[in-house]
């Protein structure tokens, strides 16, 4: 069974919805374990330290950043409103489990980063797809 030019970007956008959400429920060892055993995974977080505000919670955001981006192709009869309240229906989950996990932190700020990372994901699909042609601008609802 072969697959479809529509069905790639389903199966990329539940790939990375997966990885999100086991990358924000590890436990703070098994990330530890990632850094000490790959350096490039070390490199990148020395990095993301370097270039963030201090206290900015970067992972949030390029995660579903990412996640958002992805979301554009992956659910391409989402509208904007669907995707957002996925977006907070998910970081919400995802905090809430975080309450049980060890070196994790619950936080509502973190769900709200998660959003708005998302929802700049997915705008920024959206600009790139407008740029290209293969968008239109929405028309008002008629009168």
């Known amino acids: 069974m072969a697959l479809s030019s529509r069905s790639l970007p389903r199966i990329l956008l539940l790939l990375v919805l997966a990885l999100v959400v086991v990358s924000m429920i590890a436990p703070s060892s098994a990330l530890d374990f990632l850094r ?40 391409r009869r989402g509208r904007s409103w669907q995707v957002a309240l996925a977006l907070l229906t998910i970081a919400a989950l995802v905090e809430f489990v975080q309450i049980w996990i060890p070196g ?40």
């Open 36 to 75: 000490f055993e790959y350096d490039w995974v070390d490199r990148l977080f020395d990095t993301l330290a370097t270039v963030t505000p201090a206290g900015a919670d970067i992972d949030h955001l390029a995660a579903f950043g990412l996640l958002g981006f992805v979301a554009h192709y992956g659910w």
């Open 104 to 143: 994790r932190q619950a936080a509502v700020t973190h769900a709200l980063l998660d959003v708005v990372g998302g929802m700049a994901g997915f705008g920024l699909a959206w600009l790139l797809s407008y740029a290209w042609g293969s968008e239109s601008l929405p028309r008002p609802p008629a009168v």
